[in-house]
Nanobody, 120 residues
Framework: QVQLVESGGGLVQTGGSLRLSCAASGFFFSINVMGWYRQAPGKQRELVAAITSGGITNYADSVKGRFTISRDNAKNTVYLQMNSLKPEDTAVYYC??????????????WGQGTQVTVSS
């Protein structure tokens, strides 16, 4: 069983910063891609940023230059540094990881979500 535990959400004013963390625990061989998604009320879940085990990153256009994704492979943890936050960044943020099991099969896992609210 693999668990993703997120932390770091909260309420911040426009222009402020927050840092999200997501730690993976359980029994697995490795983690390929780790990423952050978000879902605002009435909208579909969307990719915010992702990072491979080798450090290759991908960002949604709406967050480029403001958000930075990073990971610590030794700790199986991914981070999302969010700067210059805007009200439209308000959403529930979900951690995602593609986990490779001991039988070398890959499965997607999701965290429980953490609320980020940016006040204007």
């Amino acid at each position: 069983q693999v668990q993703l535990v997120e932390s770091g959400g909260g309420l911040v004013q426009t222009g402020g910063s927050l840092r999200l963390s997501c730690a993976a625990s359980g029994f697995f061989f490795s983690i390929n891609v780790m990423g952050w998604y978000r879902q605002a009320p009435g909208k579909q879940r969307e990719l915010v940023a992702a990072i491979t085990s080798g450090g290759i990153t991908n960002y949604a256009d709406s967050v480029k230059g403001r958000f930075t994704i990073s990971r610590d492979n030794a700790k199986n943890t991914v981070y999302l540094q969010m700067n210059s936050l805007k009200p439209e960044d308000t959403a529930v943020y979900y951690c995602n990881a593609e986990v490779v099991t001991g039988t070398f099969r890959a499965y997607d896992y999701w965290g429980q979500g953490t609320q980020v609210t940016v006040s204007s």
